[in-house]
């Protein structure tokens, strides 16, 4: 910072100070005061006007190059509001207040991109070596004679992981994807039933519909909600029997398979959470029942997830 830079700065200031000076004199001059006593008198205010500036000036400078300093060290700038120095002024102190709430929401922002980006290559990490399974039991397939069965099967999955990935990659922007439109709620569950055919038969799963009702919803997205469902029945209850109802704006899809623990009810729902029966079972990355909840809420529809340990699975979708 240059000193002709701060002067222009205090400019203002110098302004009423120099008015302040000039009515002083001629005040000093209506009292009778003499020409050296009104120089004397004025050669000392200017004096004390430019040590002012002088000081001020050197703090200010002082204060700047521990900015700049600071900056240069600091690896992350957004952080400068955490550790800037308080003000001594008034003014100033309420502005540090302001840009430390600026600052905190900034840090708050940075941290929740950073950990979005982790959870999103996480994700990604774990769902190549997920891929990995469908493709190499194709292969197998293909080597050994080609079952068309197996080989629909192993597809299908490949399929459903793709679609997966797709759908949380979509997670922001799910709003410009959303389309509301009356559809046949019994329509999308046979949709939904009929693209998971291989799967099911694969797991000898057998699946009963009831009911039906019409609703303003995303047919597409529900249909999604759905398949994730069925594809979790595939994994983890095979040979079971799946009742999906649905009437009075009420979805209920239900299995007799080996049910869920008490203690991991409430985090079924959980980003990567696979559970007991997925550590067991050899479950994949934990996210179907994240991305039906995400979904759930996205479409304003009610989630509860009901079960008994060796038993059943009850989960219904509440319009």
Known sequence: MRFGDYLYDKI??????????LLSGLLGAACGLGFLELLLGAACYAGIILGWLLVSFLVEKGRLEK???????LPEKYLLGEVLPPPADLVGRRYDQVMGEISRAAVGAVEQARREKEEYCDYVESWIH??????????????????????KAE?????????????YARMRS???????????????????????????????????????????????ALEFILKQLLINC??????????????????????NGIGIPDHELSRVTDRGFTGTNGRRLG??????????????????LGLSVESEQGAYTRITLDF
């Open 12 to 21: 203002v200031t110098l302004c009423f100070l120099g008015i302040g000076g």
């Open 155 to 167: 597809l299908k999955r490949a399929d459903n992981l793709t679609e997966s990935i797709l759908y």
């Open 283 to 300: 479950g994949g990355p934990g996210m179907g029942l994240y991305l039906v909840r995400e979904l759930c809420q996205r479409l304003g």
């Open 130 to 151: 997920e891929m990995k399974t469908p493709l190499t039991a194709c292969s197998l397939i293909l080597a050994n004679g080609g079952d068309v069965r197996k080989l």
């Open 174 to 220: 799910a709003e410009k994807d959303t389309q509301i439109s009356m559809c046949h709620v019994e329509d999308v569950i046979e949709a939904a039933v009929k693209s998971q055919m291989e799967l099911l038969m694969a797991a000898r799963i057998r699946v009963e519909t009831e009911g039906g009702f019409t609703a303003y919803t995303d047919a597409k």
């Open 234 to 255: 595939a994994k983890y209850c095979p040979g079971c029997r799946i009742r999906i109802g649905a009437a009075a704006g009420v979805i209920t899809v239900e299995d």
């Open 67 to 73: 900015l700049e300093h600071l900056i240069a060290e």
